[in-house]
């Protein structure tokens, strides 16, 4: 009873419900446009559909192809990304390297200019020695002494000489003393100002300063004895006077050629002197207080070593007239002396 109840009940929604009929009336108005459609159509409709097919076809292949095309492109570009990352990377490691040659050569070049620099202070140094050298060969060529023929003076019973004969001057009056005295207080002060020095520039100027008071207390001793026997007030025989004057000459000779290897010993202080001292850069005051030392000391040694050459110039000078008014020559007595003691050399 209750389920009869139920079936009525849906029938008579079902016939109250519009939409099955809608839906109907709808598929039906949908099937006679299609119709329609079809009916309109041109008798070529079939062929332009399969032109339009064959056209579709060969669009979708050109866009396969192209899409094949994409791949192979997009493939390629992340090799060549990959390539140029590659490159990028080889390039800043050889940036590396070259920037580092850049430095070391950068750094080459300044050691060569400062090379530069001080090679050309050195020949400066050495220029202004040569020229020192020169105008000392040219004042020894002034002080010495220029006497009158032996002819003129033959009838003379004692030689007169133009100027007091340097033999009578001692290492005081020609200021050789003061100089080794102020040479020797600047070394002590030089030792005290730099206790540390471990070079050996200032022993080797210790020992120029001793060979130099060597060679002024020989050269002092040499005219202690030709003081002790004047020539132009000598009582000995011509022969014994001639002799003890050659002798003296041999041994102002022999200085002279100690002194010149002392001035070879000098150039060779100076030349150590630069490499320890002048080819550094300064770099604080006590360099500098000590290359103004080493300056004062040098300029005194070479003074020391020109006073002794002019001193030992003007005894030579002074001995070769004595014996040239005698007629002995200095060939003439170097042979006689070494023909009478063939020993010493």
């Known amino acids: 009873m209750a389920r009869e109840e139920e079936d009525g009940r849906s029938n008579q929604e079902k016939q109250d419900d519009p939409q099955p009929h809608l839906h109907q009336t709808f598929s039906s108005y949908i099937g006679l446009s299609f119709s329609l459609f079809?009916?309109?159509?041109?008798?070529?409709?079939?062929?332009?559909?399969?032109?339009?097919?064959?056209?579709?076809?060969?669009?979708?292949?050109?866009?396969?192809?192209?899409?094949?095309q994409l791949k192979q492109m997009k493939s390629r570009r992340k090799e060549d990304s990959k390539a140029n990352a590659r490159v990028v990377e080889i390039f800043a490691s050889h940036?590396?390297?070259?920037?580092?040659?850049?430095?070391?050569?950068?750094?080459?070049?300044d050691a060569a200019s400062e090379e530069m620099a001080s090679l050309r202070a050195r020949i400066e140094d050495f220029q202004g020695e040569r020229e020192e050298w020169k105008a000392r060969i040219q004042d020894l060529e002034r002080e010495d002494m220029h006497y009158e023929p032996v002819e003129s003076l033959y009838h003379m019973k004692h030689f007169v000489a133009r100027r007091e004969s340097p033999w009578k001057v001692d290492g005081e009056s020609t200021g050789i003393s003061s100089k080794l005295k102020l040479l020797e207080q600047e070394l002590q002060n030089l030792e005290k100002v730099d206790k540390n020095?471990?070079?050996?520039?200032?022993?080797?100027?210790?020992?120029?300063?001793?060979?130099?008071?060597?060679?002024?207390?020989?050269?002092?001793?040499?005219?202690?004895?030709?003081?002790?026997?004047?020539?132009?007030?000598?009582?000995?025989?011509?022969?014994?006077?001639?002799?003890?004057?050659?002798?003296?000459?041999?041994?102002?000779?022999?200085?002279?050629?100690?002194?010149?290897?002392?001035a070879q010993k000098l150039m060779a202080l100076q030349t150590e002197v630069g490499k320890s001292y002048y080819g550094d850069e300064l770099g604080s005051e006590a360099k500098l207080s000590m290359r103004r030392s080493f300056d004062s000391i040098r300029n005194n040694l070479k003074e020391v070593q020109r006073n002794l050459e002019i001193w030992l110039a003007r005894i030579i000078g002074d001995l070769e007239g004595i014996l040239a008014r005698d007629g002995v020559s200095r060939a003439n007595a170097r042979e006689y002396y070494v023909s009478r003691y063939p020993f010493v050399q």
């Open 38 to 68: 079809l009916a309109s159509l041109p008798s070529n409709s079939f062929s332009f559909v399969q032109k339009l097919q064959s056209q579709i076809r060969d669009l979708s292949l050109r866009l396969f192809q192209a899409e094949e």
């Open 197 to 262: 020095d471990l070079s050996k520039v200032p022993s080797l100027m210790r020992k120029q300063a001793k060979r130099y008071q060597a060679l002024a207390g020989k050269i002092d001793d040499l005219c202690r004895r030709l003081q002790a026997s004047d020539p132009c007030e000598s009582t000995l025989s011509p022969e014994f006077s001639t002799q003890r004057q050659t002798e003296f000459l041999l041994e102002a000779f022999r200085l002279q050629q100690r002194a010149s290897e002392t």
């Open 95 to 109: 940036r590396n390297s070259w920037q580092a040659e850049e430095k070391r050569l950068l750094q080459q070049i």
